[in-house]
């Protein structure tokens, strides 16, 4: 099983991930996309979708509209480990194709 980030791992890993902060006391960590429309919120979601169950790791997200918020934890380690960092990065990657550096 996958370890849990230690908190100055986290924070370090945070510094890299524009956009990206603790959510739930540390427990996770999220950031908010807002697109042009709900085509692209969705185009998003649906790469992003396709990645986390290619990688056995999905988001919790909440969509309305063009507006995408997004949480990453690993829920089996009970906090923040790499795979999030993978994940958000991955994320971060599909947001820039729709223009949200
Ligand atoms: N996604 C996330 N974000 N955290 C997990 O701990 C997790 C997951 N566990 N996707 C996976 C699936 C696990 O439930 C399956 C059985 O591998």
């Given at each position: 099983?996958?370890?849990?980030?230690?908190?100055?791992?986290?924070?370090?890993a945070l510094?890299?991930l524009?956009?990206w902060?603790?959510?739930?006391?540390?427990?996770?960590i999220?950031r908010?996309?807002?697109?042009?429309?709900?085509?692209?919120?969705?185009?998003?979601?649906?790469?992003?979708?396709?990645?986390?169950?290619?990688?056995?790791?999905?988001?919790?997200?909440?969509?309305?509209?063009?507006?995408?918020?997004v949480?990453l934890?690993?829920?089996?380690?009970?906090?923040?480990?790499?795979?999030d960092i993978e994940l958000a990065t991955f994320i971060n990657?599909?947001?820039?194709?729709?223009?949200?550096?």
């Amino acid at each position: 099983m996958v370890e849990r980030l230690s908190n100055e791992a986290r924070t370090a890993a945070l510094k890299g991930l524009k956009g990206w902060a603790e959510a739930q006391g540390g427990a996770a960590i999220g950031r908010t996309f807002v697109f042009k429309d709900f085509n692209e919120a969705f185009g998003f979601m649906a790469r992003v979708a396709l990645a986390a169950e290619k990688a056995d790791h999905h988001p919790e997200w909440r969509n309305v509209y063009k507006t995408v918020e997004v949480v990453l934890s690993t829920h089996d380690a009970g906090g923040v480990t790499v795979r999030d960092i993978e994940l958000a990065t991955f994320i971060n990657t599909a947001a820039a194709q729709f223009g949200i550096p």
